[in-house]
């Protein structure tokens, strides 16, 4: 059975910075891309990044270029994502997702890491 | 980044017939934006029910089909059950990076 589990949400001052872990299982991870996806509460859902399967390409949202950075360990079967830099807009709930056969088939979802990002 | 746009809410009759869209500011969608149709219901992470433009999960009832349609994707739900009644987002893919659109709520009413 696949799982994504997602770790290191809080709360953070405006500025600051977390860091955001998935932990997966049940698939050969390093076959298979990674994205993030976050939710602000009552919004709709945001593409954050992406990260093919050896990491050699990672793709970002404009509105988080050049503040956070996405990373992955096959021997670990995790990804990261560094965020730096957090704005208040930046508060939402961020999941995992593992791509499946197709690019935006995002077949796994974990249940979301909350990153809150206040005064 | 491109926009993406979506209904922002639809009402279908129980087993009635509804078709969602999604459009992208930079023209036409094709099939090389490898669309997605994702639901989501009330504190639950998101389901992918269908992806690349027509081809469906081991767990997408049958109901469910996507399509190009007008220049759009399209999501249509022939035969809505009351547990159909969710959020419904698209994703289109534009080489690399994603853009969801900002969602349909539908009600099964």
């Known amino acids: 059975e696949v799982q994504l589990v997602e770790s290191g949400g809080g709360f953070v001052q405006p500025g600051g910075s977390l860091r955001l872990s998935c932990a997966a299982s049940g698939f050969t991870f390093s076959g298979f891309s990674m994205n993030w996806v976050r939710q602000a509460p009552g919004k709709g859902l945001e593409w954050v990044a992406s990260i093919n399967y050896d990491g050699s390409q990672k793709y970002y949202a404009d509105s988080v270029k050049g503040r956070f950075t996405l990373s992955r360990d096959n021997a670990k079967n995790s990804v990261f994502l560094q965020m730096n830099s957090l704005r208040v807009e930046d508060t939402a709930l961020y999941y995992c997702a593992k791509q499946g056969l197709a690019s935006g088939d995002y077949d796994h979802w974990g249940q979301g890491a909350l990153v809150t990002v206040s005064s | 980044q491109a926009v993406v746009t979506q209904e922002p809410s639809l009402t279908v009759s129980p087993g009635g017939t509804v078709t969602l869209t999604c459009g992208s500011s930079t023209g036409t969608v094709t099939s090389s934006h490898y669309p997605c149709w994702f639901q989501q219901k009330p504190g639950q992470a998101p389901r992918n029910q269908i992806f690349n433009t027509n081809k469906k999960h081991s767990w997408t009832p049958a109901r469910f089909s996507g399509s190009l349609l007008g220049g759009k994707a399209a999501l249509t739900l022939s035969g809505a059950q009351p547990e159909d009644e969710a959020d419904y987002y698209c994703?289109?893919?534009?080489?690399?990076?994603?853009?969801f659109g900002g969602g349909t709520k539908l009600t099964v009413l």
């Open positions: 994703l289109l893919s534009y080489s690399g990076a994603q853009v």
